[in-house]
């Protein structure tokens, strides 16, 4: 078992930037890590994750250039550095843990391990 809790989200005007941290605990070895956000009336959807093993990084084209994700040394803590932000990047941010096989890394059906979730909202 692994437990997630995300900070950082709140609220901002177009064009500036918030960090999101996922503080992670318990069994925290697995495959894949990652952030998702859900927009109201809206799938949820992957932002970014990166894989353990091989540390390479995945982004939604959307946000390919203006967020960074990113572990820390101690690989408990997760980060989303989110640069430049648009309006229709309002959402609820979770962060994720995948503790299997993945196919396709930003594909939510993959992970296996949800956080609570943190508000972003960005305002014109």
């Known amino acids: 078992q692994v437990q997630l809790v995300e900070s950082g989200g709140g609220s901002v005007q177009a064009g500036g930037s918030l960090r999101l941290s996922c503080a992670a605990s318990?069994?925290?070895?697995?495959?894949?890590w990652g952030w998702f956000r859900q927009a109201p009336g809206k799938e949820r959807e992957g932002v970014a994750t990166l894989s353990t093993g091989g540390g390479m990084t995945y982004y939604a084209d959307s946000v390919k250039g203006r967020f960074t994700i990113s572990r820390d040394n101690t690989k408990t803590t997760l980060y989303l550095q989110m640069n430049n932000l648009k309006s229709e990047d309002t959402a609820v941010y979770y962060c994720?843990?995948?503790?299997?096989?993945?196919?396709?890394?930003?594909?939510?059906?993959?992970?296996?391990?949800w956080g609570q979730g943190t508000q972003v909202t960005v305002s014109s």
């Open positions: 994720a843990a995948a503790g299997g096989w993945v196919r396709s890394p930003l594909r939510a059906s993959y992970f296996d391990y």
């Open positions: 318990g069994y925290t070895y697995r495959t894949y």
